[in-house]
């Protein structure tokens, strides 16, 4: 069993930054990509940002630019740099680790809310 659990959410003005964190921890043997998700009310949730183990990073076209994601493997830990937020920004961010035989775990959500 992998527990995936986020940090690091809340309220920020446009134009603010937030950090969120990840750490995955349980029965894990290799993770093979962490990455970060969202989903604004009504919307699908989406991509945002993935990294591998080796450290190849992918965004959306959204965030290219703003956000920034970065991992420390030693403590099967990811963090999502957010700068310059926008309102459509806000969502709920989720985190998701890819590891062991391609099992896939997904944090229960952080909250993002960018307002003035």
């Known amino acids: 069993q992998v527990q995936v659990v986020e940090s690091g959410g809340g309220l920020v003005q446009p134009g603010g930054s937030l950090r969120l964190s990840c750490a995955a921890s349980?029965?894990?043997?290799?993770?093979?990509?962490m990455g970060w998700y969202r989903q604004a009310r009504g919307n699908q949730r989406e991509l945002v940002a993935t990294?591998?183990?080796?450290?190849?990073?992918n965004y959306a076209e959204s965030v290219k630019g703003r956000f920034a994601i970065s991992r420390d493997n030693a403590k099967n830990t990811v963090y999502l740099q957010m700068n310059s937020l926008k309102a459509e920004d806000t969502a709920v961010y989720y985190c998701?680790?890819?590891?062991?035989?391609?099992?896939?775990?997904w944090g229960q959500g952080t909250q993002v809310t960018v307002s003035s």
């Open positions: 998701k680790a890819v590891y062991n035989d391609m099992k896939v775990g």
């Open positions: 349980g029965s894990i043997g290799t993770i093979y990509a």
């Open positions: 990294i591998t183990s080796g450290g190849y990073t």
